[in-house]
């Protein structure tokens, strides 16, 4: 269902209390039944929401909401992914351009000056006021600058690129400004971080910078057709001069694309400096002496690996081949801070992909859910997490109790919606049936194995 801009932001769907009710009933069927052997499956696909032409392109995940940039009509949208099928809503106006959208430190910014000619001011809306209607929220939102595109966050500062175009003596340069000063207009609340030596507009690409509260990293080149530079700043030197560069071997011309979790950088690069060599996608814990390592290295192969995205358990990205018309989404586990294993396939992919611990989201047409093939949508996948202790709690609400195995009864039998399958699937089988409901009464109420808990 569509939620106007301007209309009530809806709570996350839970089972009403006619539903709960109903699947009380069934606690006892749920009881009967025995805990079926695990089998290794794909990974399911899910449509967290559809829409039109060019819908949802780059959205973003933070724990349990998504979020996506419309260009028509211009509006942000927001859905609460702690189940599927919530209902989506509008949030804010937004400019028609990728940037300026940003997800992090508690805030969803917007608005990105220099952009384009209908640009706009950075405005922050804090995340805790979203369930507010927007007659009211928008009276709290926050006028964070005059100039920029919000680039960056972490838990201190939000950093703000400011384009070569914009009229402004901080043009070409990366400013932090404290969180704790949102709203403080006054140039003293704005710190330079560094100046850009490439000319590169604020209408380029997205996520060529990002922050962790160790490390700000940002991709710079001295020369419009020279090699991309990943630039490192420790947390303590931001505003000192210390740099580390590390050298992507890569010219494309459009920059890079890289992310951040902590210390762990991943990146687009290459093996050597070979003009026909493709992007691959490359490592370096920051903390460490060594060199980047190749999690699926640059090839003269024509497939594009592009917008690596990381947290502290994955790393994925997109492979595009034949001209970028066949797409895949591609993932390697992190373990410890250390890629372990294999690449793998994680799903169909589509043009970006985004992630946040284990759900990683894409715009794209894709098959699903028994081979419909759904053009325009945001398609999420789980991956794994073994060892979670969050399996159990379906509604997400950061506890097992009663409310959870009804969840699952209230989706299975009466219509109910559907939960986040790693957060359901207590026998660890790849599905959500009866005996999920029943594991996890098991657990509450006769001892039994916590749910997730292979034994
Ligand atoms: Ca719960
Ligand atoms: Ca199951």
């Not at 994680?346 to 992909?353: N, V």
């Not at 098959?367 to 398609?379: E, K, L, Y």
Request: with cysteine.
């Amino acid at each position: 269902m569509r939620r106007k801009l301007g209309g009530e932001c809806p709570a996350t769907e839970k089972p009403g209390p006619r539903g709960a009710t109903a699947a009380l009933w069934l606690l006892p069927a749920a009881f009967a039944l025995l805990v079926s052997p695990a089998s290794a499956q794909v990974l399911e696909e899910v449509a967290a929401v559809y829409g039109g032409g060019r819908f949802g392109e780059q959205p973003h995940v933070e724990g349990d909401l998504l979020c996506w940039p419309m260009w028509n009509p211009g509006v942000i949208e927001c859905i609460p992914i702690a189940h599927w099928g919530g209902a989506r809503f509008g949030v804010a106006p937004n400019i028609p351009a990728l940037v300026g959208v940003h997800l992090g430190g508690g805030f969803l910014f917007r608005g990105a000056n220099g952009s384009s000619p209908d640009g706009s001011r950075i405005f922050a809306i804090p995340l805790s006021i979203l369930d507010e209607p927007y007659s009211e929220r928008r009276k709290k939102e926050i006028l964070v600058s005059p100039v920029g595109a919000v680039v960056a966050t972490n838990d201190f500062f939000v950093f703000i690129l400011v384009g070569v175009s914009e009229e402004t003596p901080w043009r070409g340069k990366i400013l932090a400004k404290p969180l704790d000063r949102l709203a403080n207009l006054s140039p003293e609340a704005f710190s330079v971080v560094c100046e850009l030596q490439d000319d590169r507009r604020t209408g380029g690409l997205t996520r060529t910078e990002a922050a962790s509260n160790a490390f700000f990293v940002w991709t710079d080149r001295r020369s419009r057709v020279g090699n991309w530079n990943v630039h490192v700043k420790r947390a303590e030197d931001l505003f000192d001069d210390q740099v580390r560069v590390i050298d992507t071997r890569l010219a494309h011309p459009l920059g890079l694309y890289l992310a951040l979790e902590g210390s762990l950088l991943v990146f687009q690069g290459a093996e050597e400096n070979v003009p026909e060599q493709t992007p691959g996608i490359y490592f370096v814990d920051l903390e460490s002496a060594e060199d980047p390592v190749a999690i699926a290295p640059s090839k003269e192969d024509h497939i594009y690996r592009q917008w690596p995205a990381i947290s502290r358990e994955y790393i994925v990205w997109t492979e595009l081949a034949d001209d970028y018309f066949v797409r895949s989404a591609w993932g390697r586990r992190l373990v410890d801070g250390k890629p372990v294993g294999e690449n793998f396939r994680i799903g169909s992919g589509g043009s970006w992909i985004t992630l946040d611990r284990n759900i990683a989201a894409w715009n794209g047409s894709t098959s699903f859910q028994g081979g419909d093939v759904v053009h325009q949508a945001i398609v999420a996948v789980e991956l794994d997490l073994p060892g979670a202790d969050d399996v159990g709690d379906v509604d997400h609400d950061s506890s097992i109790n009663i409310t959870d195995p009804i969840f699952v009864l209230n989706h299975l039998f009466l219509g109910g919606p559907r939960p986040r399958l790693r957060l359901a699937d207590a026998d660890l089988d790849r599905e959500i049936t009866l005996s999920d409901a029943a594991a996890i009464l098991e657990y509450l109420f006769r001892g039994g194995r916590r749910p997730g808990d292979r034994g």
